[in-house]
């Protein structure tokens, strides 16, 4: 069964700081894997998606790369902003069984991020 | 259009009452979702509409029903919630039927249930 893990749980920093949040998966044999941000009550926000065989992904600030083989994606925000402020979430769509065909998403607890003025 | 809209925004209801959630999105997906999201928590999928079957049902309660009447619209039929079904709904689509390993999914805003 896919699991996925986000650390830290919460990362409190200054305006104008470069950084990381991590996400790691226990099975490798994912499709792709896809970073969200959700504001508080809100829904969710597809920021990256980078495809199993891609390395990384850019828009704008955010930089999202890919491991697969060692099951591990980071999310590189550059120039943190308080706009930023925001929950980030990471989710690989992996085989739902064996048996099937169908695919799904396994989300991880997420990164909730706080930036200060 | 580009972008999946959800009703109402919130919802509030007895135990004894029953109402739907109404998800819709014009960007031509052929796979739908519903998740619930409970507090602090991570969107957990309760069912997938592929070419608008029915594709997964996690074991969702019978008092949750869905229904896929057309391409762009997905209904979540409510009838004796418990008050832990509270929650905020969120409907995704995907460009792609489920099978399609490459897919990107995109929420709707949710819909934020009481059940009192």
């Known amino acids: 069964k896919q699991e996925v893990t986000q650390i830290p749980a919460a990362l409190s920093v200054p305006e104008g700081e470069n950084l990381v949040l991590n996400c790691s998966f226990t099975d490798s044999a994912i499709y792709n894997l896809q970073w969200f941000r959700q504001d508080p009550g809100k829904g969710l926000t597809s920021l990256l998606l980078?495809?199993?065989?891609?390395r990384e992904q850019t828009s704008g600030r955010l930089n999202a790369s890919l491991d697969k083989s060692s099951g591990r994606s980071t999310l590189y925000i550059a120039a943190s902003q308080p706009g930023d402020s925001a929950t980030y979430l990471c989710?690989?769509?992996?085989?739902?069984?064996?048996?099937?065909?169908?695919?799904?998403?396994?989300f991880g607890e997420g990164t909730q991020l706080t930036v200060n003025p | 259009d580009t972008e999946v809209t959800q009703t109402p925004k919130h919802l509030v209801m007895g135990m004894t009452n029953k109402k739907s959630l109404k998800c819709e999105q014009h960007m031509g997906h052929r796979a739908m979702y519903w998740y619930k999201q409970k507090a602090k928590k991570p969107p957990e999928l309760m069912f997938v509409y592929s070419y608008e079957k029915l594709s997964i049902n996690e074991s969702v309660p019978s008092r949750f029903s869905p229904e896929c009447p057309n391409s762009s619209l997905l209904n979540l039929h409510l009838h004796a919630l418990q008050p832990e079904d509270s929650a905020l709904y969120l409907c995704a689509s995907s460009p792609r039927t489920v099978l399609a390993r490459g897919n990107e999914q995109f929420f709707g805003p949710g819909t934020r249930l009481t059940v009192l």
């Open positions: 989710a690989v769509r992996s085989q739902v069984t064996k048996e099937t065909s169908g695919s799904r998403l396994t």
């Open positions: 980078i495809q199993s065989s891609q």
